[in-house]
């Protein structure tokens, strides 16, 4: 089973991507990781070239549409979702009947550096990827003062977080599951 991971953060050093990259730890055999990391590339979203997508539009789609679940990690930026994320987004929604995110499981976490873990970014992200068709876990995962947080290792050293990261996965790859069996 594929997952496809997606960080929205740009950043070299991430909080967000060391923590989407840590989650590979608390996989299954059965399940993998892949990291979709060229968000930087994806030019503005504009309907008058929406059906002439760059091949980083293409990449991302595609992606999407291979794999059996999406998992994002998302910082907070001004209480909402990072522009480069919400961009990406609207790119793979156009047109509606092929985005390939429609009825894909998906789940949001996320880490910031401030007091709320990122937790207005990952519910505005859940309404964004619902609004999208998705099939989204309603729960969240905030990781706040993500420098202290995260381990080496990128997942959460407190053990409360690390066994909701965790339930999060095995709920995320439950709810892939019948969708891998019929494909």
Do not use: C
């Amino acid at each position: 089973m594929e997952i496809l991971g997606l960080s929205g953060s740009l950043r070299r050093d991430s909080h967000n991507s060391r923590l989407l990259r840590g989650t590979r730890a608390l996989l299954p055999a059965r399940a993998q990781l892949v990291v979709f990391d060229a968000l930087a590339e994806i030019p503005p979203y504009s309907e008058d070239v929406e059906h002439q997508a760059p091949p980083v539009v293409a990449a991302l789609r595609a992606a999407i549409d291979r794999a059996d679940a999406v998992l994002v990690a998302t910082p907070e930026y001004n209480g909402s979702i990072p522009g480069q994320l919400k961009n990406a987004l609207d790119w793979v929604s156009r047109p509606v009947a092929e985005s390939p995110l429609r009825g894909k499981p998906a789940a949001v976490i996320g880490a910031s550096t401030g007091l709320f873990g990122a937790v207005w970014a990952q519910a505005e992200l859940r309404k964004v990827l619902t609004t999208m068709g998705a099939r989204v876990l309603d729960r969240e995962l905030p990781i706040p003062q993500a420098d202290e947080a995260l381990g080496d290792d990128g997942l959460p050293s407190e053990r409360e977080a690390r066994e909701a990261l965790s339930a999060t996965l095995d709920e995320l790859l439950e709810l892939a599951e019948p969708a891998s069996v019929a494909a």
